[in-house]
């Protein structure tokens, strides 16, 4: 089972806001690994709000281009609730390695590549909203 479809399984209705997402960032073409690694990171997210996750080089090449997507704030609304965030120029070796074991054990594929200096986590009055 790939990266869509487990995520489809395990929660549909995020599955549903994810969809249109990965297909626009596809512009037409094939989608990608990067693409759906992507993906996979943004369950995670979801699945874990409090998780600091530090992407691949190749996945933070995808990420700046949602970034700069007229339609990123609206994703992150439809997605999360609230606003994903995105710190650039940080390396933190421990949250690399604790996403990569996430990754791997929710996807069941490696999490290869190397990391990208920087670091993406929810917004944390999202966090309060929940009480979490």
């Known amino acids: ?29 094939a989608i990608s690994q990067s693409i759906l690694n992507y993906a996979g990171l943004l369950f995670l997210l979801h699945q874990h709000p409090a998780l600091v996750v530090v992407p691949t080089q190749d996945i933070d090449h995808i990420l700046h281009t949602h970034l700069s997507d007229a339609n990123y704030a609206q994703d992150c609304r439809n997605l999360f609730g609230g606003t994903m965030l995105h710190y650039p120029e940080v390396d933190n070796a421990s949250a690399f390695s604790k996403t990569s074991t996430l990754f791997a054990q929710e996807f069941q594929v490696s999490y290869s590549g190397h990391p990208a200096a920087c670091e993406v986590f929810m917004q944390p009055g999202r966090l309060k909203a929940e009480g979490n």
């Open 1 to 29: 089972m790939d990266i869509l479809s487990k995520i489809q399984f395990q929660n549909p209705e995020f599955f549903q806001s994810l969809q249109p997402i990965i297909y626009r960032l596809a512009c037409g073409q």
